[in-house]
C-alpha cells in the first residue's frame, strides 16, 4: 500500500501549514504531494517555499508560481506594471533571491505519478492544460470530458478551486484536496487530503484542522 499526502494551495501560510503538519504526525505517509499555488496571499511566501523544497515534496507550479517566476519578463503582462493593482506581485518578487526563483522557475506544470501497487495519477493544478483553468464538481460530465480528453490515467488531482471535491466522471475520478492556507467552502481550517492506495484504487480521506 502506498500512502500520500496531498496539499494544495498553501499560499504563503505557516501558521496554517504547520497545523497539517502536526496532523499529518497521526499517519504513516509515505511522500507529500503538492499540486501548485505554494506561494502568494499570506506573508510567509519565501519560508513556505523553503519547507517544499527542504522536505523533498513533489511539487507543481500553480498560476501564482507564474506571478512569480514570469514577472519582469517579455511573458509577463502588460497590466502587471500596474503598481496598484499588482502591488502583491512586486512585494513577492522582492521576497525570492535568484537561486529560489530559479528552483521554482524549474517545478513541472504537470506530474505523473507511478507506483507499483496503484493505479497512475496525473497531479495538475487547474487542468492539465493551464495553471489557471478550473474543474469544478458543478461541471457537466461532457464539459469534463472537454477537458480532460487527452488524459489516460483515470485518477487525476487538482487544486486550484481551494474547494474539496471527489467526483466521479467517466472513467476519471478527480480529486480535489481544498486549500491548506485560504479555505473557500466556508469552513476556515487548512484542508487536505490523504490517499492511500493499493491494486484495488486509491482511497481519499479529506481533513480539516483549525489553524491560528
Avoid at 508560481?65 to 497590466?79: G, H, M, Q, S, W
Wanted: charged share 20%; hydrophobic share 40%.
Amino acid at each position: 500500500m502506498t500512502n500520500l499526502a496531498i496539499l494544495s494551495d498553501i499560499h504563503g501560510n505557516i501558521p496554517a501549514l504547520e497545523a497539517v503538519l502536526a496532523d499529518l504526525a497521526a499517519f504513516e505517509i509515505d511522500h507529500i504531494i503538492v499540486p501548485g499555488d505554494v506561494i502568494s496571499f499570506g506573508p510567509f511566501s519565501r519560508q513556505t517555499a523553503e519547507l517544499v523544497i527542504e522536505n523533498g515534496w513533489s511539487v507543481i507550479r500553480g498560476n501564482n508560481e507564474f506571478f512569480l517566476v514570469d514577472y519582469k519578463t517579455p511573458r509577463a503582462p502588460a497590466e502587471w506594471d500596474d503598481p496598484i493593482q499588482f502591488a502583491p506581485t512586486v512585494w513577492l518578487y522582492r521576497q525570492f533571491d535568484h537561486r529560489l526563483r530559479t528552483l521554482i522557475g524549474s517545478w513541472p506544470d504537470t506530474l505523473d505519478l507511478r507506483f507499483r501497487d496503484a493505479p497512475p495519477i496525473l497531479v495538475c493544478h487547474g487542468t492539465p492544460a493551464s495553471a489557471w483553468g478550473t474543474i469544478y464538481s458543478t461541471m457537466t460530465d461532457e464539459e469534463i470530458e472537454n477537458t480532460l480528453s487527452n488524459v489516460e490515467s483515470e485518477y487525476v488531482i487538482c487544486g486550484h478551486t481551494h474547494l474539496p471535491m471527489d467526483r466521479q466522471s467517466g472513467k476519471w475520478r478527480i480529486l480535489n484536496p481544498g486549500s491548506v492556507g485560504v479555505p473557500l467552502d466556508g469552513l476556515f481550517s487548512a484542508s487536505y487530503m490523504v490517499l492511500e492506495g493499493n491494486e484495488d484504487g486509491w482511497t481519499p480521506t479529506f481533513r480539516r484542522v483549525p489553524f491560528d
